[in-house]
Structures are given as C-alpha cells and as structure tokens.
C-alpha cells in the first residue's frame, strides 16, 4: 500500500498465490528470519536482513532498494509482521507480506532454495 498524508501505512498481507505473481514481477524478496535459518532453506532470489538484529536497518537498505515494492517473509508471519513496520519507518512506500511465511510456502509445494 502507498503511505500518504493522513493514511496510516500497513503492509499488505498476501497469498502464496499473489506472492508467486510479486516474484515474477520482480518485486524485491526480502527474508527477514536468521541466518541459521536462511541456510536450511530459502526462496529463490531472496536476500536476507535478520529482523531480530540491531543492524537491521543497516543491513536491509544495503540489500533493497526503498524505491521499489518489497515482498517480506519470515517462517510464519509474526517476524515479517514486525519487518513491514520497520520498513515503514525507514522510507519504504510498497510493501507485502507473505502470509503464512515460508512454512506456508513450503505446505503449497513451492521451490525453495540452499
């Protein structure tokens, strides 16, 4: 969603459905979850910034770029949640969240990658 004067920002949550879409379309793919996590799987073509680190903010912007729309995911929701939040603050206008995570994903028999 935009952020605009007098409208409060909120990520869009969506479907694995749509995110399939958002990726194809080249939207930046964000893996907000631990590196230890990132290594036993992840989607293709993402990038990873822990959300539960200090340097988040650091980190994410030196992997996408604010201008552009970001899809956000974590194992299940509640990190991306809290990534989508900080993204707001930090300038990013478009953002998504992958409902359900990777688990969700996983569940609908997508790819995912080492």
Do not use: N
């Not at 749509?18 to 799987?41: F, N």
């Not at 998504?96 to 990777?102: A, E, N, S, V």
């Amino acid at each position: 969603m935009l952020l605009g004067l007098g409208v409060s920002f909120a990520a869009e949550v969506v479907p694995i459905e749509k995110g399939e879409k958002l990726i194809a379309d080249k939207v930046q793919l964000l893996d907000v979850r631990t590196e230890e996590e990132w290594k036993e799987g992840h989607l293709k073509g993402a990038v990873r910034a822990d959300v539960t680190e200090k340097g988040f903010a650091e980190a994410v912007k030196k992997v996408t770029d604010p201008d552009k729309p970001v899809l956000v995911y974590c194992r299940s929701g509640g990190r991306s949640a809290r990534a989508a939040k900080q993204l707001e603050k930090l300038g990013y206008e478009v953002v998504y969240d992958l409902k359900g995570g990777i688990t969700a994903w996983k569940k609908a028999g997508k790819e995912v990658v080492k």
